[in-house]
């Protein structure tokens, strides 16, 4: 009797078969897919070996590099090293003043150089045996400029101190340049000088000028016409009043009312300005210069007492040129501030940390270090509200705390901006262009401007003054004039 086998023991050989043949057929197929693979990275190899190859071939052409001086056994390599390192060696000896020495390093330079220039020429390398002597002597030379310390170290030592030599030679030209320069700015020329004494003389020795004095009263009269008829149609432009007057007939004009007439009495601000001496040098030149106390640049924070009838009026510096009819600034709306001037914050530095020292607890706290600044030169002034704000005792309140100049350092510009904070009405940049003692100025800025500001050291009535803007001085002068002449204006 047959029993029935369990079912794990049914058909083995067929299972087994089948699983054979299956595995070969994965087998086949990861064959033929390797295959397919190689095929297609040679394919796509090739390209990238020929475009590496073409890069190399570029770079070398760019760098001038040959397949001789690529060779671990290349002479043109030694010898261009050995030249460039006795170039350096050259520099030093000369330094040194050891010539004798600089002279036989160049000569041996020259004899190199030549066996490379010829080995260019005929296109072949060069050969140990022709280049053997000019290696050898070339390295004898380097050995000997290492045993006289012409090494890196010392290189760079000697250049670092020939360095700071220089910065200290360029520091005292600097200083030097910055010293002539600000006398050159502050000289009178001689034709000026004369026109001064030949005018002195004319007004002692003419009667009929000191006979005018007498018109003062028709004179006062338009000094105080608020409508300005007498500004500009009573007067034309070749017929402008003009009133001088002098600081003896300025009553208030005393130290107990003006702090500037004050720090004048001050010893230690005398030394300061005068002398010289009180800081070893070490404040600039133009810090110290002793038109920054005059009376004549301060008196501008004093325009409501000078002209006291008067509610309005534009002022103007000594060393512009006006080209334009100035009438309507009159009518422009200054939005209830006091000062109408042209801002200068188109760039960083005349912005108000340029100008005040912003270490000073004083300054920091009430004043916006990137508030735009201004320039003095064309201003028109409110002088009601002036004197309704009180302008003057804040530019006197901030001139007492600057005794020691720890505020700023020169100048009305600076007490300017800390009198005028938040009371200033930005003009039109064309109604004052500015720069022109100093810097470049586009054509169309000098064509559209109404008033041509010359603030810098180089006025134009100076040997100095920038040779491309003096014609827009000159034009105005009347060389033909018998006084111009004989103090030989040209």
């Not at 005398?270 to 001496?277: M, R």
Request: aromatic letters at 12%; hydrophobic letters at 40%; charged letters at 20%.
């Amino acid at each position: 009797m047959m029993r029935r086998r369990g079912v794990d023991f049914r058909r083995p050989v067929r299972r087994r078969l089948s699983n054979v043949v299956w595995w070969t057929m994965c087998g086949i197929v990861v064959l033929v897919f390797i295959v397919l693979l190689s095929k297609d990275g040679q394919i796509e190899s090739r390209p990238s070996i020929s475009r590496r190859s073409y890069q190399h071939e570029r770079i070398m052409e760019g760098l001038n590099i040959t397949d001789e001086m690529l060779s671990p056994n290349s002479v043109t390599r030694q010898l261009n090293n050995q030249i460039s390192l006795a170039k350096a060696f050259v520099v030093i000896a000369k330094e040194s003043n050891n010539l004798q020495f600089a002279w036989e390093l160049s000569a041996q330079i020259r004899n190199s150089q030549a066996l490379l220039s010829n080995a260019a020429t005929r296109q072949t390398p060069l050969t140990v045996g022709e280049s053997e002597t000019a290696v050898h002597d070339m390295a004898l030379l380097l050995y000997q400029a290492q045993q006289l310390h012409y090494d890196s170290a010392t290189m760079i030592m000697r250049l670092k101190a020939k360095i700071q030599a220089l910065e200290e030679q360029m520091s005292s030209v600097s200083e030097k340049s910055s010293k002539y320069g600000q006398i050159a700015a502050e000289e009178v020329p001689k034709s000026l000088y004369c026109l001064g004494v030949q005018l002195t003389t004319e007004w002692f020795e003419n009667p009929n000028l000191q006979s005018k004095l007498q018109e003062r009263k028709q004179l006062g009269a338009k000094l105080k016409d608020n409508t300005m008829k007498a500004w500009f149609a009573t007067n034309s432009f070749r017929r402008v009043t003009v009133e001088v007057q002098k600081f003896e007939d300025l009553k208030w004009l005393n130290a107990s009312y003006v702090p500037v007439l004050k720090q004048l009495q001050d010893s230690e601000t005398q030394s300061y300005y005068f002398s010289g001496h009180n800081d070893d040098s070490r404040t600039p030149i133009k810090f110290r210069n002793p038109k920054y106390l005059s009376m004549l640049n301060h008196l501008r924070f004093y325009i409501p007492e000078v002209f006291p009838a008067l509610k309005k009026v534009v002022f103007l510096d000594d060393d512009i040129v006006v080209q334009k009819d100035l009438s309507r600034l009159f009518s422009i709306d200054l939005n209830g501030n006091v000062n109408g001037a042209v801002e200068t914050c188109m760039e960083t530095f005349h912005r108000y940390h340029k100008y005040l020292n912003y270490s000073h607890p004083l300054i920091r706290a009430h004043f916006d270090p990137d508030a735009c600044g201004w320039a003095f030169g064309m201003n028109v002034f409110d002088l009601v509200e002036w004197r309704k704000r009180n302008v003057t005792g804040i530019y006197h309140y901030w001139q007492e705390r600057n005794v020691d100049r720890t505020l700023w350092k020169l100048g009305t510009l600076p007490p300017g901006l800390l009198t005028f904070y938040g009371l200033t009405e930005a003009l039109d940049p064309s109604w004052h262009v500015l720069g022109l003692g100093y810097t470049n100025v586009g054509s169309q800025l000098i064509e559209k401007g109404a008033v041509l500001h010359f603030n810098g050291n180089s006025k134009p009535w100076l040997k100095i003054g920038i040779e491309k803007y003096k014609p827009l001085w000159e034009k105005y002068v009347d060389y033909s004039h018998p006084l111009l002449q004989q103090c030989n204006f040209h």
